[in-house]
């Protein structure tokens, strides 16, 4: 009785101890993410976003800026990688995603999704036009042109193109068995 006493004891004085542990550790948690938030802010009013108008005119940078993103698709063909998006694109023409944005949104009149769509639905125009392409699986001609599945590649074509990948594939392979 007495070993069983004694068991019960420890047993309730260890849960004790973990509970008040389990409350230091969660308190100590809560203070750490409210000073992690402060400095966060604090880092943020540090920097002044940039702000642009729709009246601004495009500057020197801005022509720049987009004749570096156009050498950089169009020689480099970064649109190619699949997991490409905005703020990778931005850092690697040396700029940020705010500036690049706006330079896509003034000087292109679209966005960086459509922009993207754009190079990798001509560059999946140029494969399905090439004879050497046409048995391969639609899902191969989307990843050659960036596209991670067949289902974006197949809506983003039909959107740009107003057919299906496929049948101006078929469109294609009938314009060649007629020359």
């Known amino acids: 009785m007495k070993i069983l006493f004694f068991i ?3 047993l309730v004085i260890s849960n ?3 509970l008040v542990l389990f409350i230091h550790s969660r308190h100590s948690y809560r203070k750490l993410m409210q ?3 402060r400095q966060d802010d604090e ?3 540090l920097v002044e976003p940039i702000v642009f108008e729709a009246t601004d005119s495009i500057d020197d940078l801005s022509e720049k800026l987009l004749q570096k993103l156009q050498t950089s ?3 480099g063909k970064l649109y190619l ?3 490409l998006n905005i703020q990778d694109l931005a850092k690697e023409l040396g700029t940020n995603k705010t500036t690049l ?3 896509i949104n003034a000087c292109l009149h679209q966005n960086f999704s ?8 001509k560059e999946s125009l140029s494969l399905l036009s090439d004879p050497q392409y046409f048995q391969e699986k639609m899902e191969v001609i989307g990843e050659m042109c960036g596209y991670s599945n067949r289902q974006v590649f197949h809506k983003a074509f039909k959107k740009e193109m107003g057919i299906t990948p496929s049948h101006f594939r078929n469109i294609q392979k009938a314009t060649v068995r007629e020359k």
């Open 8 to 10: 019960l004891s420890i």
């Open 16 to 18: 004790i101890i973990t």
């Open 35 to 37: 000073k992690s938030l």
């Open 43 to 45: 880092c943020n009013n």
């Open 73 to 75: 698709m169009e020689k």
């Open 81 to 83: 990688r699949p997991e």
């Open 101 to 103: 944005s706006h330079v």
């Open 114 to 121: 459509s922009l993207l769509n754009s190079y990798r639905i």
